[in-house]
């Protein structure tokens, strides 16, 4: 037996804006400007289709390392999604959820996070999930240590230790595993980005960098993945 190649779970990588930027002899700033245009566009087409959560990298772990110029443009732009675009989701009653490690942000940042998230905790016709310093191997490990604590404890034995177990001490806690996994750009990596939630996800690359990615290429890989057979390690 197959099982429906369903989709509720759509995760993306939304890579290649430096690029898009460079090409036009810009700078890399206004590749995320535009960037996050897209992400607009894309989170109004997913509500769209029914999809019921969208996860989007925003902002990896190692995304810290890059130049102060370039984190510092980022978190403005941050502020800004958070002040205006996000707050127009929340009117229409999309749940805003945040997973990374939100202690390296700045503090009104975080406010600005929890609030959105206790806001919009009631709504369930589609989640939207930002990644924003997040970093898989970190989630992993603090899930970790929390087993780990928890067992010290004598809270549970590590007989209790199972994948559901596990899979409770993620920041993706309450939400499906991604059906499908997209990564702009070209580049066939997952760069540190949910490896635990994309064990049996279905992967799709495209070319088109992310400043240029639309409504109608996002068709073209859901068109794509209703033809895969998903299987699941069965035969
Ligand atoms: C990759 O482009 C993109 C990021 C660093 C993160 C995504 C950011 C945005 C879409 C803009 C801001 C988003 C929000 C939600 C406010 P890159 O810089 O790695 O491109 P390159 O690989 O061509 O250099």
Redesign the pocket.
């Known amino acids: 037996m197959t099982e429906k190649s369903e989709l509720k779970h759509i995760a993306i990588i939304?890579?290649?804006?430096?690029?898009?930027a460079t090409k036009r002899g810009l700078p890399?700033s206004l590749?995320?400007k535009k960037?996050?245009e897209v992400?607009k566009e894309i989170t109004k087409a997913a509500a769209e289709k029914g999809i019921k959560f969208l996860t989007?990298?925003?902002?990896s772990t190692e995304?810290w390392q890059r130049s102060e110029e370039e984190v510092s443009y980022?978190m403005t732009?941050?502020r800004q999604?958070l002040k205006s675009d996000l707050q127009e989701l929340k009117e229409n009653k999309v749940r805003i959820r945040f997973i990374g490690e939100r202690y390296m942000l700045d503090q009104d940042i975080q406010q600005l996070m929890t609030d959105l998230e206790r806001q919009t905790a009631s709504y369930d016709k589609l989640t939207v999930c930002?990644a924003l310093s997040y970093g898989s191997r970190h989630e992993i490990v603090a899930a970790a240590k929390k087993i780990a604590t928890q067992v010290k404890n004598g809270d549970i034995s590590p007989e209790d230790i199972d994948i559901n177990l596990f899979s409770d001490m993620l920041y993706t806690k309450d939400i499906p595993d991604p059906d499908l996994l997209i990564r702009t750009?070209g580049e066939q990596r997952l760069s540190n980005y949910l490896l635990w939630q994309l064990a049996y996800s279905e992967l799709a690359f495209t070319d088109v960098l992310?400043p240029d990615f639309s409504a109608q290429e996002l068709q073209r890989l859901i068109d794509n993945y209703q033809t895969r057979e998903r299987r699941y390690g069965k035969v």
Do not use: C, T
């Open positions: 939304m890579d290649g804006n430096g690029r898009w890399r590749g995320h960037g996050a992400v989007l990298y925003a902002f995304n980022l732009l941050l999604y930002i750009s992310w």
